[in-house]
């Protein structure tokens, strides 16, 4: 142990004794340079050292071990070093020769498992929430005698699922059903409604909380926290997008809870969002974060892969999501100039037509489902008529936020247009929570599938839906109600919306130890990040991300490779991630204990 070594700070004793030979080198260093080639020459030496097999170690640690030892490397090359423009190294260096270095205790936590992982003492094989189970040796037992205690032992591990399962109740729960019965009545009341009108697309269209007037009804309606209340009011006072459906607004608990945290996070803003929001301004063309207006060759298209497109006929939502991509251009729901003029919209249509390259259209916004029967069937039609557009999705969070908006005649119009051999139609909605989904957003779904039309579930993964097994739960849900998982985006890297943002090592430990205990049915989505003008990288994809830098705050930075280096030479994107210290003291603060998610600092 390290612990009487002179001059070592007390903060990095845990860090150092975890590899005290690269404590060493660096402390016998007398200049970065030379710190860096005993660096490297050591880390090679160690790993050559488990090629040759003269230490033995498992095969499990020995994966995790490789992948440290290739991220120490990137971190301390002076390539990347320039990219980052910092030095992970030489604050190392600071600290094992001076006693310490001005960074926080992220970046010692990151350096304490990374020196853990390139020792093959990676502390991540099984799980903390399944140490509790016995594994067995199934060593020298064969046949039925193995079987059954391997059954037996897979019993044990299902239940120690179900107990993180039934955490994160759904719509479907009958209790919950019956307060959200007695919610409704309420909020009818208040805005003199009937229960007929409630089932109405147009009355919750009508009655959406989204100005000071509906504010002081919202107030007396649910029970805010100070910052809830203080975050509507000032959003609303400086045009900041706002907005809840009266059925969204039944979803909530009457007082706050962890059961209606993400639903309430979903549509209410923190104040530090709001506050980023004003200090922008009106112009706020610098959050287009995908730069769509770079990769829009005409009003209304965007383009960024060689056979799909996006149409966004209408530019608003019946309420506004917090995390909106679009939050530079959507100021409220409805918002005026919202629905697209008549000649953009055949500008946007015949630009399709021209654009025979394109295979498959997404029709999205704002959400289209807003539009008039008339004008959906009317964009339809004109999609239909070009053979060779053969898939045409509808993007839409209707489903879960005015669900009486899928109507039987609007289904009608899309099974219209669903020709099978010749053109398909899809809906991609987007579904955060177990806690969304109700009987009305399941009907709505069913009117949909029984259109003929498959349903798929883009869930963006945020703090609020991130906890331990969380989002294996809405998986779970939205199969039984005939939705299929699709994509599970990692948040993008907006100032303004860093209280949602995840450390990217967790969408990967949840894919890995939570999702792979699901049926495979149950864990269809591909994690993904949406890197900024180019399109979508998968996660699990090694060749597409890697980490380059720990900056002195904790926070790792990646290299994306975007998927277009196969067409053309592109820059990488550098990403600046959320600090996986600073998540996990979020969690804690959350009433989660940070132990269950020890493994997370070996996903890179």
Known sequence: MLSNVEEMNSRWENCWNSDPAIYMLLKRSNTIDEAREKLIHYLEGLEWAYRRDMTQIASWDYIILKEAVRCMKNIVSPRNERLALCSSLEHLWMAATKGDTEVDNGFIQEFYHLFHAINGNAEIYPPLFLDKLTIPNFEGIFGHEASVKRSNYLDELAKSMNTHLIKYPSGFNKKIIQERIQHKFKILDALGGSEEEWMDWRWQFKHVFKDLDSFSVLKELIELTSEEDSAIQLALENNIPFGITPHYLHLMDERPSSKDLCVRRQVIPPVSYVKKMIDIGEDRSSLDFMRESDTSPVRLVTRRYPKVAIIKPYDSCPQICVYCQRNWEITSPFMPGAMASNESLNKALDWFKEHQEIMDVLVTGGDPLVMSNDRIEYILDHLSQMQHIRSIRIATRIPITVPMRITKELCKIFAKYQEIGKRYLSMVIHVEHPYEITYHMAEAIKKVKQSELDVYNQQVFTFYNSKRFETAVLRLKLKEIGI???????????????????????????????ARLLPGIFRGDEPVFNVPFLGKNHLRAWQDHELISILPDGRRMYSFHPWEKNLAKVKPYLYTDVSIQSYLEKLRKGGEDPSDYRSIWYYY
């Open 484 to 514: 299929d998982p699709y994509y599970s985006f990692n948040m993008k890297g907006k100032d303004e919306i860093i209280d949602y943002s995840v450390p990217m090592a967790r969408i990967l430990q949840e894919r890995k130890e939570e």
